[in-house]
């Protein structure tokens, strides 16, 4: 003999669907900002950034942004390199990543006259991060 159950009504499954469920925003900002934007990587942080204005401010945290650059290149790490991170524009440590991955290119002849009119920089730093794969 073969019985079958009949899965539960649409209206019963959006009832229980309402009472459980909570509103991203509703959560507290430090759980947001200590135990969800961290463990993400750099591209996901830049995504979620982008989907909010409240996530927006929260994924906006240089700490945030030095954590995924550490994790992205390890040679980010150095005091040196730390320091000129932190004095790009708009950001410090976001700024270079968003340089890194760039979604948008923007060739316009404004922007290109606007960067040959700019001074060169007094020093040129290197950083290389070098990876090896062990099976």
């Not at 994790?71 to 790490?77: A, D, G, H, L």
């Not at 760039?102 to 070098?130: C, F, M, W």
């Amino acid at each position: 003999m073969i019985s079958s159950t009949a899965p539960p009504s649409a209206a019963t499954a959006t009832t229980a669907e309402e009472d459980s469920t909570t509103s991203f925003s509703s959560l507290h900002p430090d759980i947001i900002e200590a135990h969800i934007l961290p463990r993400l990587d750099g591209i996901t942080l830049a995504a979620t950034s982008c989907s909010s204005t409240t996530l927006r401010h929260h994924s906006s945290q240089d700490h945030l942004w030095s954590k995924t650059c550490h994790s992205t290149w390890p040679s980010t790490r150095s005091p040196r390199v730390c320091q000129v991170i932190s004095t790009y524009p708009d950001g410090g440590p976001r700024n270079f990543f968003s340089h890194a991955f760039p979604l948008l290119e923007d060739h316009s002849s404004s922007n290109l006259s606007r960067l040959s009119s700019l001074t060169p920089p007094s020093e040129l730093i290197s950083a290389l991060t070098y990876t090896t794969k062990t099976n």
